[in-house]
């Protein structure tokens, strides 16, 4: 009986030492490019309830899902830090966004955001969205909600109400306050009202993203204006898809990057994005003056009527774009144009044609005006340069975002951007043309962007962070949408991971969904 008993303490150390540890996922044998900015390694990672729970070998995990990840990169889910997604919830899948490797977007970008935060995230998680889902609250929001859009300075008692509106947006959650300076009624505000709304979020904790006032031929003064709010108010400053897009100051980029390091030298928190295209995109609207909408869009119909005042807008528009190194407006191409969507992936010079009108200055701003008239459009502007593009992109404090919302597939032609950013810098940027290395590009999606804007457990692949992750191969991620066939979704990414789920598997995305909003800790 003794000798029984011995026995089986022999064996219970030994079952003990040889029991596997309980996973969901374990993927293995890839190449581990944690989001630090270090070098690739293998690995594993395991993954339960959400988590990640080991990186490294996990050989010692049983697991009901093994995913291996031979020849392939394993990294930290992408973070879009530019997008304007306030409408997920009516396609709530976003897998533009997912074959993308993006698992968080920061939508309320160029001061638009949703008017109520509180209510927004609850609509995120009810709808269960594909991605998680941050934001910012938007000045052009607030400034609407209190003020119309007004073409003046607010009182005191506006200002104040403002203020309170930013106040609770950051009490519910929001990341910082956002700006769109080209924008109505964004683009009526002064330096000072700005500047005491993003003390607002600073007191916080939040930052100030800005849609700068001008991105042509007074982009340097914009850019300063940016650095200068940021100074005065003590918030980070985040300046947003950051380009020079007039024709004439092509190459410049080096003059404005030299602001943001100059900035940074001197103790000011300054920081840039971007998207990797030579074309932007936003409404008809900015080709026109902004005061031409002060009052509404009742006003701005009454002075298109008006002849004395429909040849000063049109003359005001000739002029910024031949200031900017233009001879007409032929770089504008219609992305979605509700009155005649015979329009969409046209130019301006191919509607002009089609329409009988010469493809004169003057003729295309006739066309623009009856655009705006019927209710505008959104439209693509090729007005970058390559250079200037690869060489923001090189600046360490560059992150990437796609400007985009979650397009409804084959409805018009929107900038390729929303479906293709990350996995053109991957492609393109990164194993083409050698512009940035892989594991720094994805530092750019992942911890850099985490880290500016407070996103504490997402971003790296750590022990104990949230389990966003994204498998794909290196040699064959590239961006299929184009200007002319836009939509299209990327190739490479085989496996999109988000909040320890499966959302992407083979190259195929999941009947379910598994984001979730995520709001600022205060």
């Known amino acids: 009986m003794k000798r029984l008993f011995f026995c089986v303490l022999l064996i219970i150390p030994y079952i003990s030492f040889t029991q596997q540890a309980a996973a969901d996922i374990v993927i293995t044998n890839g190449k581990i490019i944690d989001?630090?900015?270090?070098?690739?390694?293998y690995g594993d990672v395991a993954i339960r309830d959400g988590k990640i729970i080991k990186v490294g070998d996990a050989s010692?995990?049983?697991?009901?899902?093994?995913?291996?990840?031979?020849?392939k990169i394993v990294a930290p889910g992408f973070i879009d830090v530019h997008g304007h997604i306030e409408a997920i919830v009516q396609r709530p899948e976003a897998l533009n966004y997912l074959h993308n490797g993006v698992t968080t977007v920061i939508t309320g970008n160029c001061g638009g955001s949703a008017r109520d935060i509180s209510d927004f995230f609850r609509q995120v998680d009810s709808a269960q969205t594909g991605i998680n889902v941050a934001t910012l609250v938007g000045h052009n929001t607030v400034r609407t909600m209190v003020m119309q859009h007004e073409s003046r300075k607010p009182t005191s008692e506006e200002q104040q109400r403002m203020e309170e509106l930013v106040e609770k947006a950051m009490l519910e959650g929001a990341l910082g306050m956002s700006t769109g300076l080209i924008y109505i009624p964004g683009t009526f505000s002064e330096t000072e009202e700005v500047v005491d709304l993003?003390?607002?979020?600073?007191?916080?904790?939040?930052?100030?993203?800005?849609?700068?006032?001008?991105?042509?031929?007074?982009?340097?003064?914009?850019?300063?204006?940016?650095?200068?709010?940021?100074?005065?108010?003590?918030?980070?400053?985040?300046?947003?898809?950051?380009?020079?897009?007039?024709?004439?100051?092509?190459?410049?980029?080096?003059r404005t990057i030299g602001m943001v390091e100059e900035a940074r030298r001197n103790g000011y928190d300054?920081?840039?994005?971007?998207?990797?295209?030579?074309?932007?995109?936003?409404?008809?609207?900015?080709?026109?003056?902004?005061?031409?909408?002060?009052g509404g869009r009742d006003s701005a119909l009454y002075r298109f009527k008006?002849?004395?005042?429909?040849?000063?807008?049109?003359?005001?528009?000739?002029?910024?774009?031949?200031?900017?190194?233009?001879?007409?407006?032929?770089?504008?191409?219609?992305?979605?144009?509700?009155?005649?969507?015979?329009?969409?992936?046209?130019?301006?010079?191919?509607?002009?044609?089609?329409?009988?009108?010469?493809?004169?200055?003057?003729?295309?701003?006739?066309?623009?005006m009856d655009m705006?008239?019927?209710?505008?459009?959104?439209?693509?502007?090729h007005t970058m340069s390559e250079e200037d593009v690869k060489y923001i992109m090189q600046y360490p404090f560059a992150m990437f975002g796609a400007d985009a919302g979650v397009p409804a597939y084959g409805v018009g032609a929107?900038?390729?951007?929303?479906?293709?950013?990350?996995?053109?810098?991957?492609?393109?940027?990164v194993r083409e043309m050698k512009v940035i290395s892989l594991e720094e590009?994805?530092?750019?999606?992942?911890?850099?962007?985490?880290?500016?804007?407070?996103?504490?457990?997402?971003?790296?692949?750590?022990?104990?962070?949230?389990?966003?992750?994204?498998?794909?191969d290196e040699d064959a991620v590239a961006d299929q949408a184009t200007y002319q066939q836009p939509h299209a979704y990327s190739s490479g990414f085989d496996q999109v991971i988000v909040n320890g789920k499966i959302s992407i598997q083979d190259g195929k995305a999941s009947a379910d969904r598994y984001g979730k909003s995520l709001k600022k800790l205060n």
Do not use: C
Not at 338 to 363: P, Q, V, Y
């Open 306 to 368: 008006d002849p004395a005042t429909r040849k000063k807008i049109k003359e005001e528009a000739i002029k910024n774009i031949k200031n900017s190194g233009f001879k007409n407006f032929g770089f504008a191409a219609v992305a979605n144009y509700a009155a005649d969507t015979s329009f969409n992936g046209k130019t301006i010079a191919e509607i002009n044609r089609l329409m009988g009108r010469k493809n004169k200055a003057a003729d295309q701003a006739e066309t623009i």
């Open 60 to 71: 010692g995990y049983a697991a009901g899902k093994i995913i291996d990840a031979e020849k």
């Open 198 to 254: 993003a003390k607002v979020a600073a007191k916080h904790r939040g930052i100030y993203v800005s849609h700068i006032r001008n991105e042509g031929n007074s982009v340097e003064k914009a850019v300063d204006e940016a650095i200068e709010i940021g100074r005065q108010s003590g918030a980070p400053v985040q300046i947003s898809h950051f380009k020079v897009s007039s024709k004439a100051l092509w190459g410049h980029s080096k």
């Open 270 to 294: 300054v920081t840039i994005d971007q998207y990797p295209y030579t074309a932007s995109s936003t409404n008809l609207n900015s080709r026109l003056p902004s005061w031409v909408f002060s």
């Open 441 to 472: 590009a994805i530092r750019r999606m992942t911890s850099l962007a985490a880290t500016r804007f407070g996103i504490t457990d997402r971003g790296l692949i750590r022990e104990g962070m949230a389990a966003d992750i994204v498998i794909f």
């Open 414 to 429: 929107p900038h390729p951007r929303g479906y293709g950013a990350n996995a053109r810098v991957l492609g393109r940027y």
């Open 372 to 381: 705006v008239e019927k209710g505008g459009a959104q439209m693509v502007y």
């Open 35 to 41: 989001g630090s900015g270090n070098n690739w390694y």
